[in-house]
């Protein structure tokens, strides 16, 4: 079956502003530029997101995907941007099964902008099933400093997430957005759109990275993606530890430079200890 169309929609992602700096000083600076989308699933509206606009198509079915809304990227026809509306427009080939029932009850998240997934998706954790994927220390080593070179938002203006898939050291795609649910949210509509496997023929399989903390939201998504290595600058809740030990999911957290914490899944870290170099003295 064809994959869904799509419009490309995108936005500018940052803007200018003239701001005051402590000296009295006037100077220009870019912001980023978060915008309102509201998204609509066969004329029905179902969620407004607030994004950057990046890759507003990929979110929307990134959003469907993770919120088990919608099991296929072949039950969608079309997604439609328009943002003179602030409108994203989706066409099913046979609509959402019990849709009413399936969104009325909603959680609020601690994601930045304040995320939010349907209550029922907690319900399906023990029926995910992640692949026998690894990482090597030299690998994660290798991903980090990818994060370190990568040219973003975030360096040029700031206050935002940005998230990214590896498959081993190789980056596949990097995403950036006001709230680190979104872009993952992203990444999953391109898995789909590219039906990107999550375990290659060579037995290599993907690796997600985040900026941002590691909750039980970012778990969970990551685990419906088929991702079972996530890897984050920031720390981990409790909620996102327990049930990434439930999932058999490896989360690694506080990965600056060469130092990390591995919070779960240490079976699939291998270790090369010899590479993290000295141990720092303690002062005197």
């Known amino acids: 079956m064809p994959l869904p169309r799509l419009t490309e929609a995108r936005a500018p992602l940052t803007r200018e502003v003239v701001v005051l700096n402590e000296r009295g000083e006037e100077d220009s600076i870019s912001i980023p530029a978060e915008r309102d ?10 969620v407004t997101l607030m994004t950057l606009g990046a890759r ?5 079915l990134g959003y469907l995907r993770n919120q088990r809304l919608v099991r296929s990227v072949d039950d969608v026809e079309s997604v439609t941007v328009d943002w003179e509306t602030s409108a994203a427009a989706v066409k099913t080939h046979a609509g959402i099964d019990r849709i009413e029932e399936r969104t009325s009850r909603r959680v609020v998240t601690t994601g930045c902008g304040q995320g939010s997934v349907f209550g029922g998706l ?8 992640l692949p026998a994927t690894v990482i090597t220390q ?7 400093n990818a994060i370190r070179l990568q040219e973003s938002t975030y360096k040029s203006a700031g206050s935002v997430h940005g998230c990214a898939l590896f498959r081993g050291e190789e980056m596949l795609l990097f995403v950036e957005d006001v709230g680190r649910h979104n872009a993952i949210d992203t990444i999953a509509g391109w898995m789909w759109m590219n039906r990107a496997p999550s375990l290659a023929a060579d037995g ?6 985040t900026t941002g ?7 969970i998504k990551s685990a419906q993606m088929g991702v079972a290595v996530v890897v984050s600058r920031s720390g981990i809740t409790q909620m996102g530890q327990q049930i990434a030990t439930r999932l058999g999911l490896c989360t690694i957290g506080r990965a600056t430079g060469r130092r990390f914490l591995c919070y ?11 590479l993290a170099g000295p141990r720092p003295q303690a002062s005197a």
């Open 122 to 129: 907690m319900d399906e954790i023990d029926t995910l099933r």
């Open 138 to 144: 030299a690998q994660l080593y290798g991903i980090v």
């Open 264 to 274: 779960t899944g240490r079976e699939r870290l291998t270790l090369q200890p010899e």
């Open 204 to 209: 290599t399989g993907l690796v997600f990275y």
């Open 56 to 60: 507003p198509e990929w979110l929307v």
């Open 37 to 46: 989308l509201t998204v609509y699933v066969d004329k029905r509206e179902l």
């Open 213 to 219: 903390r590691l909750t039980s939201e970012m778990v």
